[in-house]
Each structure stands twice: as structure tokens, then as C-alpha cells.
């Protein structure tokens, strides 16, 4: 299997041309020239692309999924179809540009799959040198209900490194090299009492040079 790495994060948003304007001032990303503000922006850290798509009516707002390129998806479908066949994935059409094809893990969790040669796939996170700024997305974090069978998974499939799990952690860790993918636990139970936060991408951690600073 050949190298994976965590190449996007997507956001749905009612405000996604000021957010982005965020997402440059404090954290230094770049827009996109290819982008259309009119359907979305794109900005990059250098490493990973940040997507920040418009919010449409009856779609929830805030992270939405996450993408994996890889360097040969014909290698990836092939693990698919002999060690998880229950898992399906689905061509984007030419209207969403921003990857080649969407699939989701064994227990649900969405994300998308895109190599560099795939005609559909455009915008910042191709024109990403692989040099990350000072300023830059250092994991992205879901909830799962069998965290360790989705880590299972995505080290399997795309060979992403486990690392850094203490004795006392729950949670999974996951990593490129570059970017870490932590998976964490998802029980209901752990919400009694207190509002409930459904299961799914959690959050986005930076890594900057100085608190102070940012």
C-alpha cells in the first residue's frame, strides 16, 4: 500500500467567506487563486487544505468530514472489497470539486479519498507544497462508537502510524507524519445530565509557535 495522508478538512458554513478570512488572519493560511467564492474558499496551512463550504438549507453547520489522499485509490478499493465489504464509496460529481470520492469507515464515520491524478480534484490542498506554516492544523479529532476498530481500520487501509496512547487514554491516535487523526470514544452514558453531543467530527487542533503570540 502506498503513502496516505491527510490532505483536507471541510467545514459547512452560513459565513464561509468571512471565516476564512479568519482562518488567514490568525492562523496564517493562504486563499486559493482556483477558488469560487460564489460555492466555497479554500485556504491551505502548506501541508493540509482547510475547505469552508456554504451552508444549504436543511445541512447542519460546523466541521463536516475530512479527506485522505492517497497515492493509488485502486489499492485502497482493493483492501476495501477483501477486508471491509461493508464499506461503500461513491464517485463526487464534477460539481464538487474538491475531492474524487467519498466513503466512510466501518461504523459510519465519512470521509473522502482523492490521488493526485483525479480529474474532479481541485483547489488549495493540490497547490500545498508540503511545507506547513509556523501556524498549522495539527489533528482532527471525531467520536466513534468502537474507536478501536476505526483505528484498526484506518491504520489497515491507509497505513497511518499509531502513536502516543498512554496507559489511562481512551482515545486513538493516528498519524501521517505530519498530522495526527485522533479517534475517540462516543458512549451516550457519558452525557447524563448534561446535554448530549452526537457522535462525529469533533474538532481541529493548531499547533503555533507561541500562545502569546496568536
Request: proline residues 5%.
Amino acid at each position: 500500500m502506498a503513502f496516505s495522508k491527510i490532505n483536507h478538512v471541510a467545514i459547512v458554513s452560513e459565513n464561509y467567506a468571512q471565516l476564512s478570512k479568519f482562518y488567514e488572519s490568525v492562523f496564517g493560511m493562504r486563499t486559493s487563486p482556483k477558488t469560487r467564492p460564489a460555492r466555497a474558499v479554500t485556504v491551505g496551512d502548506g501541508y493540509v487544505g482547510l475547505n469552508i463550504n456554504p451552508r444549504r438549507a436543511g445541512r447542519s453547520a460546523g466541521l463536516d468530514h475530512f479527506g485522505i489522499q492517497v497515492e493509488d485509490a485502486e489499492a485502497v478499493y482493493d483492501r476495501l472489497r477483501k477486508r471491509y465489504p461493508t464499506v461503500k464509496w461513491l464517485k463526487r460529481p464534477s460539481t464538487r470539486p474538491f475531492a474524487g470520492v467519498s466513503t466512510h469507515d466501518p461504523d459510519g464515520n465519512m470521509f473522502d479519498i482523492s490521488q493526485k491524478d483525479m480529474s474532479n480534484r481541485t483547489s488549495v490542498y493540490v497547490e500545498n507544497d508540503g511545507n506547513a506554516n509556523p501556524r498549522h492544523i495539527h489533528h482532527v479529532a471525531f467520536r466513534t462508537m468502537r474507536p478501536e476498530e476505526t483505528a484498526d481500520f484506518y491504520r489497515d487501509v491507509f497505513e497511518l502510524a499509531p502513536t502516543n496512547q498512554g496507559a489511562d487514554d481512551k482515545n486513538y491516535y493516528l498519524t501521517d507524519g505530519h498530522i495526527t487523526l485522533v479517534i475517540m470514544p462516543w458512549d451516550i452514558t457519558d452525557y447524563d445530565g448534561t446535554g448530549i453531543i452526537t457522535q462525529g467530527m469533533d474538532h481541529i487542533g493548531f499547533k503555533v509557535e507561541s500562545l502569546a503570540a496568536l
